[in-house]
């Protein structure tokens, strides 16, 4: 007996309504990934996140936190993404890689799952910019120069240092700011 999975569509998993919202799933490549529970310091740091760049961002982009993205095939909820302003705030079409500036992923527990199955499906989705928020280790990845080969440019920041967002370069977050205090 030869066993085979199946793999959903995005019309197949947005039909689908037996996961009640205290479930946390996302679709990755077809398949229904059950995403782990966030933490006391994960929450924290999105929230950081989101205090620090949405005054900088009103009417030029919306920081999006939680929320799904569609992503080629796939449907993953990142941490925080910033989109492209729109009046409607995606209220008339589903967000996509395509109006993604900047895609965040805070990791703890999920850091080989961000790096190596989302962060390569981002850029050959040709999202401009990703950064995966180390917490064990206190670093921020940046991810930049999507190919279909993964991110050509990748660098670590570490606490002390300062990232300026690609698609805004009047806008620089401390890595101390987007940690916080926690060790």
């Not at 909820?77 to 805070?106: H, M, T």
């Not at 703890?108 to 999202?127: C, E």
């Not at 570490?158 to 698609?167: I, S």
């Amino acid at each position: 007996m030869v066993l085979e999975r199946h793999r959903f569509t995005l019309e197949e998993y947005h039909q689908m309504n037996f996961f009640s919202e205290d479930i946390r799933v996302e679709l990755m490549d077809g398949e229904i990934i059950h995403r782990s529970p966030i933490g006391r310091f994960h929450t924290a740091c999105m929230k950081r996140l989101i205090f620090l760049l949405t005054p900088k961002l009103v009417k030029r982009a919306i920081v999006s936190a939680q929320d799904p993205l569609i992503v080629l095939s796939s449907e993953p909820i990142p941490d925080v993404v910033l989109l492209n302003y729109r009046d409607d705030f995606y209220g008339g079409k589903a967000a996509s890689a395509e109006d993604a500036l900047l895609v965040i992923e805070v990791s703890d527990s999920t850091l080989d799952y961000d790096q190596k199955i989302k962060v390569p499906k981002y850029a050959k989705a040709g999202i401009p910019e990703v950064w995966v928020i180390d917490l064990n280790e206190s670093l921020i990845w940046v991810y930049r120069n999507p190919s279909d080969k993964g991110y050509l440019e990748v660098k670590a920041y570490k606490r002390g240092e300062a990232v300026t967002l690609l698609a805004f370069s009047d806008i620089t977050l401390t890595v101390n700011d987007i940690l916080g205090f926690q060790i």
